[in-house]
Protein backbone atom coordinates (compact mmCIF):
# COMPACT_ATOMS: atom_id res chain seq x y z
CA UNK A 1 0.00 0.00 0.00
CA UNK A 2 2.42 2.37 0.60
CA UNK A 3 4.67 1.92 -2.44
CA UNK A 4 1.02 2.42 -4.31
CA UNK A 5 0.83 5.75 -2.51
CA UNK A 6 4.62 6.59 -2.98
CA UNK A 7 4.12 5.73 -7.04
CA UNK A 8 0.96 7.83 -7.60
CA UNK A 9 2.79 10.99 -5.42
CA UNK A 10 5.77 10.49 -7.70
CA UNK A 11 3.54 9.75 -10.57
CA UNK A 12 1.41 13.21 -9.72
CA UNK A 13 4.24 15.16 -9.22
CA UNK A 14 6.08 14.45 -12.33
CA UNK A 15 2.71 14.97 -14.74
CA UNK A 16 2.94 18.76 -12.79
CA UNK A 17 6.49 18.92 -13.59
CA UNK A 18 5.67 18.13 -17.17
CA UNK A 19 2.69 20.92 -17.52
CA UNK A 20 4.99 23.03 -16.14
CA UNK A 21 7.72 22.51 -18.40
CA UNK A 22 5.11 22.56 -21.18
CA UNK A 23 4.07 26.50 -20.22
CA UNK A 24 7.29 27.70 -19.79
CA UNK A 25 8.69 26.33 -22.92
CA UNK A 26 5.10 28.19 -24.67
CA UNK A 27 6.00 31.52 -22.72
CA UNK A 28 10.01 31.09 -23.85
CA UNK A 29 8.84 30.58 -26.98
CA UNK A 30 6.73 33.28 -27.14
CA UNK A 31 9.22 35.89 -25.60
CA UNK A 32 12.26 34.91 -27.76
CA UNK A 33 9.97 35.73 -30.85
CA UNK A 34 11.67 37.86 -33.25
CA UNK A 35 8.91 40.84 -34.33
CA UNK A 36 10.13 41.33 -37.99
CA UNK A 37 9.16 44.66 -39.41
CA UNK A 38 7.16 44.86 -42.68
CA UNK A 39 8.98 45.01 -45.80
CA UNK A 40 9.05 47.90 -47.56
CA UNK A 41 5.83 48.84 -49.35
CA UNK A 42 5.60 48.50 -53.24
CA UNK A 43 4.77 52.19 -53.18
CA UNK A 44 7.77 52.79 -51.39
CA UNK A 45 9.88 51.28 -54.28
CA UNK A 46 8.25 52.10 -57.03
CA UNK A 47 9.10 56.04 -55.99
CA UNK A 48 12.51 54.58 -57.07
CA UNK A 49 12.86 55.48 -60.68
CA UNK A 50 14.17 52.65 -62.77
CA UNK A 51 16.13 53.92 -65.97
CA UNK A 52 17.06 51.68 -68.85
CA UNK A 53 20.72 51.95 -70.42
CA UNK A 54 19.34 53.37 -73.70
CA UNK A 55 16.92 56.09 -71.12
CA UNK A 56 20.15 56.42 -68.64
CA UNK A 57 22.27 57.34 -71.93
CA UNK A 58 19.67 60.23 -72.53
CA UNK A 59 19.55 61.44 -69.49
CA UNK A 60 23.45 61.87 -69.27
CA UNK A 61 23.29 63.60 -72.66
CA UNK A 62 20.55 65.66 -72.81
CA UNK A 63 21.24 68.73 -70.11
CA UNK A 64 20.49 71.71 -69.64
CA UNK A 65 23.29 73.92 -70.14
CA UNK A 66 22.36 76.14 -67.51
CA UNK A 67 21.93 73.53 -64.82
CA UNK A 68 24.89 71.87 -63.19
CA UNK A 69 24.42 68.11 -62.78
CA UNK A 70 26.13 65.75 -60.32
CA UNK A 71 25.45 62.02 -61.40
CA UNK A 72 27.15 59.44 -58.97
CA UNK A 73 27.17 55.50 -59.86
CA UNK A 74 27.47 53.38 -56.57
CA UNK A 75 26.12 50.46 -54.75
CA UNK A 76 24.80 49.99 -51.43
CA UNK A 77 27.60 46.95 -51.11
CA UNK A 78 30.46 49.39 -52.44
CA UNK A 79 32.49 50.57 -48.97
CA UNK A 80 33.99 53.19 -50.78
CA UNK A 81 30.83 54.34 -52.30
CA UNK A 82 29.41 54.75 -49.00
CA UNK A 83 32.14 56.68 -47.59
CA UNK A 84 31.93 59.66 -50.20
CA UNK A 85 27.87 59.95 -50.18
CA UNK A 86 27.75 61.81 -46.87
CA UNK A 87 29.89 64.69 -48.71
CA UNK A 88 27.52 64.50 -51.45
CA UNK A 89 24.22 64.80 -49.32
CA UNK A 90 25.55 67.54 -47.77
CA UNK A 91 26.90 69.42 -50.37
CA UNK A 92 22.95 68.75 -52.03
CA UNK A 93 21.67 70.23 -48.97
CA UNK A 94 24.34 73.86 -49.59
CA UNK A 95 23.34 74.08 -52.90
CA UNK A 96 19.28 73.37 -52.78
CA UNK A 97 17.38 75.93 -54.74
CA UNK A 98 20.19 76.17 -57.03
CA UNK A 99 20.46 75.05 -60.52
CA UNK A 100 21.73 72.17 -59.31
CA UNK A 101 20.87 68.50 -60.08
CA UNK A 102 22.34 65.68 -57.60
CA UNK A 103 21.33 62.31 -59.54
CA UNK A 104 22.11 58.59 -57.27
CA UNK A 105 22.75 55.74 -59.95
CA UNK A 106 22.46 52.34 -58.23
CA UNK A 107 24.08 49.60 -59.60
CA UNK A 108 22.96 47.29 -57.18
CA UNK A 109 21.58 43.75 -58.31
CA UNK A 110 17.53 44.20 -58.65
CA UNK A 111 16.82 41.69 -55.20
CA UNK A 112 18.27 44.85 -53.24
CA UNK A 113 16.41 47.49 -54.67
CA UNK A 114 13.21 47.35 -52.29
CA UNK A 115 15.36 46.44 -49.19
CA UNK A 116 19.40 47.80 -48.98
CA UNK A 117 19.12 50.76 -51.92
CA UNK A 118 15.43 51.45 -50.25
CA UNK A 119 16.81 51.85 -47.05
CA UNK A 120 19.93 54.00 -47.91
CA UNK A 121 17.43 55.92 -50.35
CA UNK A 122 15.63 57.01 -46.66
CA UNK A 123 18.79 56.68 -44.53
CA UNK A 124 20.07 59.86 -46.49
CA UNK A 125 16.67 61.39 -47.77
CA UNK A 126 17.51 61.44 -51.42
CA UNK A 127 14.30 59.18 -52.21
CA UNK A 128 13.59 61.40 -55.29
CA UNK A 129 17.44 61.69 -56.23
CA UNK A 130 18.09 58.01 -56.46
CA UNK A 131 17.91 56.34 -59.94
CA UNK A 132 17.97 52.67 -60.39
CA UNK A 133 20.26 50.92 -63.06
CA UNK A 134 20.33 47.16 -63.43
CA UNK A 135 23.92 46.56 -64.45
CA UNK A 136 23.46 43.27 -66.09
CA UNK A 137 21.55 45.10 -69.03
CA UNK A 138 25.25 47.26 -69.41
CA UNK A 139 27.53 46.77 -72.46
CA UNK A 140 30.85 48.16 -73.34
CA UNK A 141 29.53 50.12 -75.81
CA UNK A 142 26.88 51.59 -73.47
CA UNK A 143 30.22 53.02 -71.79
CA UNK A 144 32.25 53.97 -74.66
CA UNK A 145 28.97 55.75 -75.49
CA UNK A 146 28.56 57.96 -72.34
CA UNK A 147 32.06 58.35 -71.03
CA UNK A 148 35.48 59.15 -71.89
CA UNK A 149 37.53 57.69 -68.86
CA UNK A 150 34.76 54.81 -67.43
CA UNK A 151 34.66 51.47 -68.48
CA UNK A 152 32.37 50.27 -66.03
CA UNK A 153 35.33 47.67 -64.21
CA UNK A 154 35.14 49.89 -61.18
CA UNK A 155 32.67 52.08 -59.08
CA UNK A 156 32.22 54.93 -57.43
CA UNK A 157 32.44 56.80 -60.67
CA UNK A 158 30.91 60.49 -60.28
CA UNK A 159 30.09 62.58 -63.90
CA UNK A 160 29.74 66.40 -63.13
CA UNK A 161 28.31 67.68 -66.21
CA UNK A 162 27.62 71.62 -67.04
CA UNK A 163 26.97 72.38 -70.71
CA UNK A 164 30.15 71.09 -72.35
CA UNK A 165 32.53 71.14 -69.53
CA UNK A 166 32.59 67.75 -67.75
CA UNK A 167 34.54 66.51 -65.74
CA UNK A 168 34.96 62.28 -64.78
CA UNK A 169 36.18 61.30 -61.51
CA UNK A 170 36.43 57.36 -61.37
CA UNK A 171 36.75 56.65 -57.52
CA UNK A 172 35.79 57.98 -53.91
CA UNK A 173 36.01 61.31 -53.60
CA UNK A 174 36.68 63.35 -50.58
CA UNK A 175 35.13 65.98 -49.51
CA UNK A 176 37.60 68.84 -50.38
CA UNK A 177 37.95 67.32 -54.02
CA UNK A 178 34.12 67.22 -54.03
CA UNK A 179 33.94 70.94 -53.20
CA UNK A 180 37.10 72.14 -55.44
CA UNK A 181 35.08 70.73 -58.56
CA UNK A 182 31.45 71.76 -57.82
CA UNK A 183 33.28 75.27 -56.71
CA UNK A 184 35.11 75.80 -60.61
CA UNK A 185 31.65 74.68 -62.14
CA UNK A 186 29.63 76.96 -60.53
CA UNK A 187 31.90 79.62 -60.72
CA UNK A 188 32.15 79.76 -64.43
CA UNK A 189 30.17 81.25 -67.02
Not at 2 to 22: H, M, P, T, V
Not at 144 to 155: E, M, P, R
Request: proline fraction near 4%.
Amino acid sequence: MKKIILYSLLSISFLACKNNDEKVAENQVKEDSIKIEPAKSEADVAELVEFSPEKMSAYIQNKNPDTLYVTNFFATWCGPCMHEIPFFHKKMEELQGQPVKFTFVSLDNKTDWPTEVSDFADEFNIRKNVTLLDGSLLTAEFFKQNFKTWDGSAIPFTLIKKGDKVDETLGSMTEEALNQKLSQFLSAK
